[in-house]
């Protein structure tokens, strides 16, 4: 199921509510998080519900979809950073119930082994928010990602490299991640995707209507049947008959 906006702040909003809503009916509620510019707008939303009371995050238990591999926690460019200066700290979450892969670990095979096993013991995931890369990536599951595949780390590809670079004062980007896997993606009882802006409109066509395939990571999404879209006017341009639909609601 997808919905159009008018803009990427409406879509923004709205995603917003619904992850309002999902833990107001259940205040113990396990996130799966996303990290990148599309949902800044998001996380800033979030806040805002904060301040203003509709929201508290205090028994919210969270799960990022993925960390740089090599970078500390305190690495301006590492998500754990970018999540505490995007959200965390600015909301009444307990930082101890936040989960990151661990990007300095000496064994990602173990690591992943243990970041899977801490999403199982806290009953898996509630409601996982996705972005999707230009390449129809979700989390850095690049193209030839198995949909079978768990937490592990991954090699990122060269568009993906380009994408990130402008996090990064030197822009360099690092070329290794650990990454929630495909299926790891798929158990969540509920998936939030966004995407904006009209270099997305490629992948979101792809990932909505092509054939489950490997070569677009994001078509996986169609095997779940919990799955919500939120899209702008740009990033939906691509799909059948949008045209038409959106100049009939003007």
Not at 64 to 73: A, I, K, R, T, V
Not at 104 to 111: G, K, L, N, S
Request: negative net charge; hydrophobic residues 40%; glycine residues 8%.
């Amino acid at each position: 199921m997808y919905k159009i906006f008018e803009s990427s702040e409406d879509a923004a909003e709205a995603l917003a509510d619904l992850i309002v809503s999902r833990i107001n009916e259940k205040p113990s509620i396990v996130l799966g998080l996303a990290t990148g510019a599309t949902m800044e707008p998001v996380y800033a939303a979030l806040i805002e519900a904060h301040k203003a009371g509709r929201v508290s995050f205090a028994g919210v238990t969270s799960f990022n979809l993925d960390e740089y591999e090599g970078l500390s926690p305190r690495h301006s460019g590492s998500y754990r950073a970018t999540m505490d200066r995007l959200l965390f700290d600015h909301v009444d979450i307990d930082k101890a119930k936040t989960h990151l892969p661990d990007g300095m670990t000496h064994d990602p095979e173990h690591e992943g082994e243990r970041y899977e096993r801490l999403i199982a013991e806290a009953g898996g995931i509630d409601l996982q928010l996705l972005g999707i890369g230009r390449n129809g990536h979700i989390g850095f599951n690049e193209p030839g990602s198995a949909f079978s595949s768990r937490t592990r780390l991954v090699v990122l590809e060269e568009e993906t490299l380009k994408a990130n670079a402008g996090f990064f004062s030197d822009r360099s980007v690092p070329e290794r991640a650990l990454t929630m896997g495909i299926a790891t993606i798929l158990d969540a009882r509920e998936i939030a995707v966004m995407a904006t802006g009209p270099a997305k409109a490629d992948a979101v066509a792809r990932a909505l209507y092509a054939a489950p395939d490997a070569d677009c990571p994001a078509s996986a999404l169609n095997g779940h049947d919990n799955v919500r879209w939120f899209l702008d006017r740009e990033a939906a341009a691509e799909l059948p008959d949008v045209d038409v639909r959106l100049r009939a609601a003007d």
